[in-house]
């Protein structure tokens, strides 16, 4: 199911203060999905919890956050760190973007 949100943040602030924002306002647990970039309906980055939120915002495409299934158990790193983007997830699983296109 598709949600739109409107969360008021400040310039300096990070996706780690978006997602706290978001659990405080919407109840959504802040490791419990991964927030990427998508530019001309292909997937161009997934950012970690340190992305600058205006930096983000200044992207070309569409910032779209993609819910982690609950079994794996994900939660966010301690801190904000530049890889972070596993949410505590078991090694014994592997993340995958996988683009699937229809040829004609």
């Not at 802040?30 to 001309?40: D, E, K, L, Q």
């Not at 997937?43 to 205006?54: D, G, I, M, Q, Y």
Request: proline share 5%; charged share 10%; with cysteine.
């Amino acid at each position: 199911m598709n949600f739109s949100y409107k969360i008021r943040v400040g310039g300096s602030d990070n996706l780690r203060t978006l997602r706290n924002t978001m659990q405080q306002t919407y109840g959504l647990n802040p490791g419990s999905f991964v927030i990427a970039a998508v530019y001309n309906n292909s997937f161009s980055r997934l950012h970690t919890t340190s992305a600058n939120l205006l930096e983000v915002a200044d992207e070309q495409g569409a910032t779209l956050m993609y819910e982690i299934p609950a079994s794996l158990n994900p939660s966010l790193p301690n801190q904000a760190m530049r890889q972070d983007a596993m949410y505590n997830i078991s090694p014994d699983y592997t993340m995958l973007q996988l683009q699937i296109a229809c040829w004609q």
